[in-house]
């Protein structure tokens, strides 16, 4: 039993996981030292505000971060630390470059919440002026000044962020969009995926099935070259997908998982006792296989640091899990995903059988409605469905109402029965999703 | 056992729940013959519209109507009757008049599907020219008509119908709404509808804890008179709630329950072997407290209507109940509720015990958004959420993710770890329902 009085707790990055934790210590235990190291200049970010602030939608980066350093100093009793970098962890110990100084900090509990970057293409091209990944928030400045300079944009990847920066920029650019699968969001299936491609393709110029193989250019970029063309460049933003800040960790003895981030288990402890890990660079339980899984998002990592705060605390608490739970738009079309994809569901192997549907996502007599695509996957067994993914109008509220259902591991009959509000302006008086299970009954041969 | 070859289905009404029954029967079983008997001229319509038929958003009344009668005449090869009332039911038979005429119809099963009506006022002024009771779709033309001739507009009740009204005809003319409760929206509990109650007396002269005694005027109505005052009106529509059209049932010795309703089994059986009862005239079971309960809305009619058909034709499924879920708007404020309210939950004899949180619908970052208030309601014994209500921007995704927690049971823990996608233009980081839960969990100290 280690006295819990006056203990010390060193947390490591301050996005949302980190800072969600040390806030929660402060509430439950007042008189502990936190200690926040953030490698930035700034705390409480999280990289899915960076879009909206390239579009210009947000004026200052300083307004995508939920609080200041101030905030948590004063009003939680937080030692921040900004322009920290943590450089070695010894037992009970740390060293950080904080402001240019090296200095040494202790710590009874430790907890990780280093987040993720996104990937390079691995073709040696990071370096070349004007080729970004775009991970880090205080690279935004930058990208959205050179964006703001050049026409001529290319954004490589087109899952939520490459989407998302296609959003902003081509209001006003020529962007052009690189995808090396065969639609956008691949993490979607064809069914839905399809449906933003065509739409997408109007916006800027979609390229799928396409590998960047060189990037080009002297001073500075000036063309991007693939397998099936060249398109000359002033600005290539690279969102080929994240991967977890882990070597910190692995560096100090810490177990990674077979996903490449840090294994911890229901309380979100990793595999040395004391040592915690939340948010981006932590591995978690996806709710619908019931296995470890990598889920880099911002609402999981925050709630990651409320249970992983408590535990360090003294109240127990099991982090359930999540859900993958996303939502998008592209101009007027919105889409989103609670659970598996089909192809996710097989490989996950679930006798998985889907249905896709088409409908008003509002009565039918209100003027100006439009219409949202569903597509629920269930298992032909158990009948638990494993995902709904949506495309179209009005697609917020049923991927709120799926991520509910499927958290409580819902089956087919649960999406045809749940009692879902009929307000013409808003909702048909049967819901997509309710036609989606009906539709799934005739599937299943159910009534 | 009856052979179920041939067999004839007579269904009373063709709103929402007599067709979705017809319906269902004839795909189930399409060489039977399935009568539906129609009073009006209208089939598979809802009094939901009328607001929106009022204010010019929907043209024409036909529109109103999900499917016309031909739609389920050649479509789905349902005898469809309209302008045919059904005046005697005996075994067997049942006696209608069609256009006219007197005719009898032979039935082996019998569904009651005859809807709700507007109540009165009890004051003998029913029958004064200006005064109407909205609950008709076939009254609504001329209503629309007297109030596009007149000004004074006066409104008594500002139940959801009430208040949609007042929506719908104070953008262009002076209405004035008299309510003998405290506040509008009497279900709703005074946290959230004195929000609604501030923002609704700019747009119309609201009158709360006010009876109206008397309603007078020679050739037509002249001035509402209540405990507390005298409005001039042209038009007085009352929307002071409905009740359930139960007097044929009666008649044919079929019962109904405490609620006034048809009492009805899980398989929507009535007192009477093979007649069935569905939507507005019957009852159901309320999810919230398990016992019977009298849920007039068009939703849950419609699965009625599928799972009372599934069982005539042999199907057999259990209806599992509703939970009173619903949605509004008054201007630009949405609001919501699913579950019971505070008041409901003490009266039903939960230990009741709730939360009220004000914040942001999404990302703070985000310009425009707008503030989301939340009540929670919950049992300080089980845990178990008993009811959500909301008011403001934000509304609807949050009572859909509302109805599918309520009906799945979920507790408060369930409404803090739901996965809700964190998308800034839509919501953000800490969802509001899971604030509230997280304020919950310090109510009934938990972690």
């Not at 971060?65 to 009970?92: K, L, T």
């Not at 740390?94 to 100084?101: A, I, M, Q």
């Not at 001529?152 to 020529?174: M, Q």
């Amino acid at each position: 039993m280690i006295p819990d009085e006056g203990l010390r707790v060193a947390v490591i990055g301050g996005g949302a996981g980190g800072m969600a934790t040390a806030s929660r210590i402060k509430r439950l235990k007042p008189e502990w030292v936190v200690d926040v190291f953030e490698r930035t200049n700034y705390v409480s970010h999280a990289p899915c505000g960076i879009p909206f602030y390239l579009s210009g939608l947000v004026e200052s980066i300083d307004d995508l971060c939920a609080y200041d350093v101030n905030y948590f100093r004063e009003r939680r009793g937080v030692n921040v630390h900004v322009n920290s970098e943590v450089i070695e962890i010894r037992d009970g110990e740390l060293d950080v470059y904080e402001k240019g100084e090296r200095k040494t900090y202790e710590w009874d509990r430790l907890v990780f919440a280093t987040g993720s970057r996104g990937k390079g293409l691995d073709i040696g091209c990071e370096s070349l002026e004007g080729v970004v990944c775009l991970g880090n928030i205080d690279e935004a400045p930058a990208v959205k000044e050179t964006a703001g300079r050049y026409d001529r944009i290319v954004v490589v990847g087109s899952g939520y962020i490459g989407v998302e920066i296609a959003d902003a920029l081509s209001r006003e650019k020529k962007i052009t969009v690189i995808e090396q699968g065969n639609h956008p969001l691949p993490s979607y299936d064809p069914e839905i995926a399809e449906v933003l491609m065509r739409f997408m393709s109007r916006k800027v110029n979609l390229r799928i099935n396409e590998h960047v193989v060189e990037i080009e250019g002297k001073d500075r970029v000036e063309k991007v070259i693939t397998d099936r063309g060249e398109y000359e460049a002033d600005l290539v933003i690279v969102a080929v997908g994240v991967m977890p800040n882990v070597e910190l960790a692995r560096e100090f003895g810490i177990k990674t998982g077979k996903t490449g981030a840090i294994k911890v288990n229901e309380f979100l402890e990793t595999s040395r006792e004391g040592v915690y890990a939340v948010g981006d660079c932590a591995e978690t339980r996806n709710i619908i296989t019931g296995k470890p899984d990598w889920i880099p998002l911002a609402a999981p990592a925050n709630k990651m640091g409320y249970v992983a705060g408590s535990n360090i605390a003294g109240n127990e608490m099991v982090f359930p899990g999540a859900l993958r739970c996303q939502l998008t738009s592209f101009y007027d079309m919105e889409i989103g995903k609670a659970g598996l994809s089909e192809r996710e569901a097989l490989k996950a192997g679930f006798d998985a059988v889907s249905v896709t549907i088409t409908s008003r996502s509002r009565a039918s007599y209100i003027p100006g409605g439009g219409n949202i695509t569903v597509k629920m996957v269930a298992d032909s067994e158990s009948r638990r469905v494993l995902g709904i993914q949506a495309i179209g109008a009005g697609v917020a509220k049923r991927i709120y109402a799926s991520a509910a259902l499927l958290y409580k591991e819902a089956c087919v009959e649960d999406f045809f029965f749940t009692d879902f509000p009929f307000y013409p302006p808003k909702s048909p008086v049967w819901d997509p999703l309710v036609i989606s299970a009906r539709n799934m009954f005739r599937k299943l041969d159910i009534s």
